[in-house]
């Protein structure tokens, strides 16, 4: 188990390198222009020259990425553009609020994914099995730049009960929340629910469970005791899975809301060509991403002996 | 020799004046363009009004008092991006000014009427050849670090703007007052790299409230210019002091700036000892809500904001269906223009230009794009509200003529364009651009759009061969002439290099005589009309949305901010 989880950090790490390098290549690789992005178009070619000398720039190629990787991994990853401040004083904050709605949001998806997955998933092709299909792949359908203003026409303009945008400037307002939340509610649930489902269902048809209810358990026995354990493995891993979506997923919803996270953050940085906040939001999101990963296959051969004891 | 003429303080008052009276009284000028000359030439708004009273036999159109008392206390907390704003002179864009304005003060103030009245100069006087203008400085204005606001703080800030090292879009505002003179550096192709700087002697400290600028050549537009949104004066060690206004914000306005954060928060807090009248708002909030308008309007439905800065047309409907909103309209000389650059290929080629101008129906570009609300352009970019607008004949879509001008161009086999486009002012500009490409189709012009985001396009305004860029409403026709299509200058993104235009330009802008320099002006407009530079589909109108609990607000048709009597009910 040992041995699996520091291959699995070491295939982490290397990813990221990896990651790390083609990033750089990309972003930096003519200084040229870099200095024209950090000091703006309309800066003249001495001064360019002069920032580049000041900043090292001049250097072989790298040198100057080891010199930058071990920056970035201290967390200095320089100056935002926009923003006029170190980029980790924007980044953490920014990343703070995705993480507060993607809890919010994982808070509400994964009780009711997994109830109504279980619930559709213990009798496959029942009544309530197919409502909960239908509603879950509907919902699931309706991409979020639409379900936004739909949701935003409704509780805004018409009933007038909620927010329509979820800035915070106030201090942090649950109640700016709620859209946001359920949009990505309504986006994402209705997948975790079809996995669930899913697995539930595929539990239900083995030998084991058959033979449980044969012997005359309880069915209420039989599902919380027997089919249960073995059908959360899979849901785990997509959970898992929804935490890389959500950093990414989240971008629409932060923009549409004017929600100050992270996907705001990587738009505006994009946009603006804010290269050093670029650099910093992509190295979270390949972090994010790739630790995810590690934390459900190593989760995943927790969770299930077959894997755990082979 | 002129008899010198005084007004009732004993004040010389402009020998053009009277004439401006008697223009008046025969109906030659329109009772707008009478106040907003008089006052120009340093006659008090006050007087202006009454002047003009007389003359038409009407009341006082000052407004009466406000039907309301105003109630001071409250914050106005207003949807816009918040930008950074670390030097008032390099500004490229409305926001910023709009953060800084009611900290940082500007010499003159145009109203939402376009009358330019008197703010940190208490009055001003033009010589008879409009080359020396005289600024006397209100006194007992205080900076907010508790120094006296004198002629240093505007010496310093002229020399400033018109220093090439600044890097302030200030220096073709002010073209009479620059020279052009060799760097000593040479280009790849062995040229002497050519400056804009400053002349020698431009500005003048006469005493500690008096300053006189020394101009090259006449220039009308002065008092006009220095309301522009990069002349905010700051204080005089405003360079030594870090020169960053967001750190170190120095200001003669009645608010402080009490909390900055790009991208999401700007705060302004009541000063005291404001040397102007008492102001009501306690404090003015800029929130930040990013690029989407509609989530701005959505902002004030929620009551989560009591204004939103502008929002696009396509939104009318949406801002006047929210309950207890009230929207605001102005007809403005804001516009875009898809500017060729003259001096590179395709674009070189005159006949080329002139077919694309052939394929254009302006008309019907505005009432697909921004639902008939402005006027249709003439690709001269001056503006049927310009008081010096001529009257063209139209322009016509001419299908055949569009073919021969191709023929003879050498594209007869048709051509492919592609045009940036940034969609900087809303989605009009793709709607317009959408339309003109249709109606360039026929003729077999195929127009390529190409869609960035603003700030991508900000990026290469000036760079790209073909782009549609935004241009912001400016009081004056000439003004914005010289602005961009003089040669050579800063923001002349269509690198149009006419002589003999800008000989015109010159004679117009010293012009005082509204009919005279409309004379000037139509031959001016024509030449760049007929050269084809640019073409501009329309004229748009401006929109705001504020709640109803904004009282004594008006739109500028800058929309620039100015919250000196906007009350909370």
Redesign the interface.
Known sequence: MLIFVMRRIGAMVLTMVVVSILLFLLLEYSPGNVATKVLG??SSEEQRQIWLEEKGYNDPLPLRYLRWLGKAVQGDFGDSI????PVSE?LWPRLGNTAILGAATMAVVIPLALVLGVLAGMREGSGTDRSISVLSIITTSVPEFASA?ML?AFF??YL?L????S?M?GGFNPVELILPVMVLVLYDFGYVTRMTRASMAEVMTTHYIRTAVLKGLPYKMVIMKHALRNALIAPFTVVMLQINWLLSGVIVVE????Y?GFG?LIL?AS???DIFLIEACAMVAVFVAVATQALADIGYTYLNPRIRFS | MTKDLKDETGKRIHPYVPELCEQLRKGEVDRREFLRTVCLLGVSAGAAYGMAGRILGEGSPMRSALAEEPKTGGTLRVGMQVQ?M?DPATFNWTEPSNQSRHTVEYLTRTGSDNITRPYLAENWEASDDLKTWTFKLRQGVKWSNGDDFNADDVVFNVERWLNPDT?SSNIGLFSNMVEEVDTGKKDDQGNPVMSKRMTEGAVEKVDDRTVRLHLNAPDLSIPENLYNYPTAIVHRRFSEEGGDL?KNPVGTGPYELAEF?????CKLKRRDNYWGDQTFLDEI?Y??????R?????????K?VDMVWRFDVNQLE?AE???GVVVNTAITAQTAVARMQVDKAPFDNKKLRQAIQACVDHNAILQIAYRGKGAPGEDHHVAPIHPEYAELPRLKQDYDKAKQLLKEAGHEGGVTLPIDIGNTTGAWELDAMQAFKQQCAPAGINIELNVM????YW??WD?TPFGFTSWTHRPLGVMVLNLGYRSGVPWNESHYANPEFDKLLDQATATLDVDARRKLMAKAQKMLQDDAVIIQPLWRAEFTATAEKVKGYEIHPTVYHQFHKVWLA
């Open positions: 178009p309309y926009k923003y006029k401040v924007v203003p935003q805004v303009f007038a909620l927010p329509g945008t800035s400037i923009f549409f809301f004017a100050k705001f505006d946009l603006n060509k | 950074e670390t890097g967001s954060r790009v991208g999401e928060v909030h929130i930040d809500l990013g690029e989407d509609s989530a701005w309007l959505a902002a004030l439905a929620s989560q949406v269906g929210i309950p985001p603003s700030s991508q990026d290469i760079k």
